[in-house]
């Protein structure tokens, strides 16, 4: 399977974590990293944005939706969506896995098939305004490239849609995605976060939660343990009050009945705290 890596600036440690965890725990991944700056790993494909930028990124770009941002992370957030169907054209890639640099996984591509719908972009979602690269997965790019048409046409009238669905707030690459959600849900696959009642689906995603409630908030002292109710997960938790627990692996725990996390999205940036079982440093810089 293809693990797509996006990261604009110096590639941080925690980074070379999350991809050497792909590599010890799926067997068959080929990890795709691209970056501003080329650099040289063994067992990953590096690219850069120069290398294959097309013309639609190019607009979105001259766009420069952020202009007035004080966060560069927002723009460049956006632009990994264009990124991904470039890389993909680029390689002539007919499926790929995405998600953050700061994200771990615990489970192989093969033990997940069951969870995706082949035919629609599959991600993970925090509440009822945004969509997250916590995991993806798409097997049919030409959805994926529509779902890109479709950002587009929202940011050449983005007032239109800051004010029908954010009360004029500006719009970020989570609420991009979710606009389009809301409005062609039958492009997307959303992965199942909170256990399902039938207990032959035992695997559940992270969107952020759950690597928030283990791991704390990035730069913010006193944050581990702590559960926001403004997501699905977190008032889930709260109502149910099932416990979130790491022993070689993130699972969750309902009375007797037990739940692995395919991944953690660790915001502390304290990715190896979070190690799978048999982690193997296999890239370095």
Known sequence: MNY????????????????????????????????????????????????????????????????????????????????????????????????????????????????FDSNKFNITTVDEIDLIFSYSFTNNIECFEEICIKIYEILENPKFYEDKYYKSKKLNEMMLLNIVYLENNHLFNILPSIPSRSRSENIIFDSITYGQYLSGAHKAKFSKYIVEESSYV????????????????????????????????????????????????????
């Open 4 to 115: 797509i890596y996006i990261y604009s600036g110096d590639l941080p440690d925690y980074a070379l974590t999350s991809i050497n965890s792909v590599l010890s725990v799926d067997n068959e991944a080929n990890v795709i990293l691209c970056t501003e700056t080329k650099y040289n790993f063994e067992n990953v494909n590096c690219l850069t944005f120069s290398q294959l930028e097309s013309e639609l990124t190019k607009k979105v770009k001259k766009m420069n939706y952020f202009e007035n941002s004080t966060n560069p992370l927002w723009e460049t957030s956006l632009l990994r969506i264009f990124y991904l169907s470039d890389i993909a054209k680029f390689l002539k890639l007919n499926n790929f896995i995405h998600f953050d640099v700061d994200v771990m996984i615990y489970k192989p591509f093969k033990d997940l098939i069951n969870y």
């Open 234 to 285: 977190g008032r889930y938790l709260l109502r149910k009050g099932p416990k979130v627990k790491f022993k070689n692996k993130p699972f969750l725990q309902i009375g007797e009945a037990k739940y692995d996390l395919a991944n953690l999205h660790i915001h502390s940036k304290e990715l190896e705290k979070f190690l799978p079982e048999k982690y193997e440093c296999l890239v370095n810089f």
